[in-house]
């Protein structure tokens, strides 16, 4: 099995060649291994298996149409396309989730309670202190898993960590982080 490095060199060059040449044998390599991941992906994160699907079909559309915006030193062709994919689901929930104007609420809203802002505030402080003291390659896999969105066996095939050794990181944090929360 290649290494993540390699299987990330070869992932670059169809995309170079998407982009230099139209290379349709390329693209077709990149959507038969990214357009299932992606779609489990959106569903992972909520879409439902049409939305997964239509959403799927429009990242990777994308990515044909934009292959000349990846920039191999700022992401890996993974994370470039899984943002991608994040992105137009945002986009495709904010449109479903916009009220008609007759839904919108009238009149000034409540305040909240003031104990209840600064408690939230402290809490807030706190959980990000627990986190800034957590060790490098932990914080690294906890920003993917919970602000990437990314599975377990995405992170490992991004990394090119053992799967284990992924789990054993995030777990090893959350624990770390409910102490400290206490």
Excluded at 26 to 31: Q, R, S
Aim: proline residues 5%.
């Amino acid at each position: 099995m290649p290494s993540a490095e390699t299987m990330e060199e070869n992932w670059v060059g169809h995309i170079r060649r998407i982009h230099h040449d139209k290379d349709e044998a390329a693209f077709a390599e990149l959507f038969r291994h990214f357009a299932p991941r992606v779609k489990a992906f959106l569903i992972r994160s909520g879409a439902d298996a049409a939305l997964a699907e239509e959403c799927t079909q429009d990242v990777m559309a994308t990515l044909w149409r934009k292959a000349h915006m990846f920039d191999p030193s700022r992401a890996s062709v993974a994370t470039w396309i899984y943002t991608i994919a994040r992105n137009r689901r945002i986009d495709v929930l904010r449109r479903q989730r916009r009220p008609e104007p007759e839904d919108l609420p009238w009149g000034p809203e409540h305040e909240p309670d003031q104990a209840d802002v600064i408690a939230m505030q402290q809490e807030a402080e706190r959980l990000g202190q627990a986190i800034a003291e957590l060790p490098q390659k932990q914080r690294d896999l906890l920003a993917r898993a919970f602000y990437g969105e990314l599975s377990h066996s995405e992170i490992a095939a991004e990394t090119g960590l053992p799967l284990g050794t992924i789990k054993s990181r995030i777990r090893l944090a959350l624990d770390r982080l409910r102490h400290a929360m206490g």
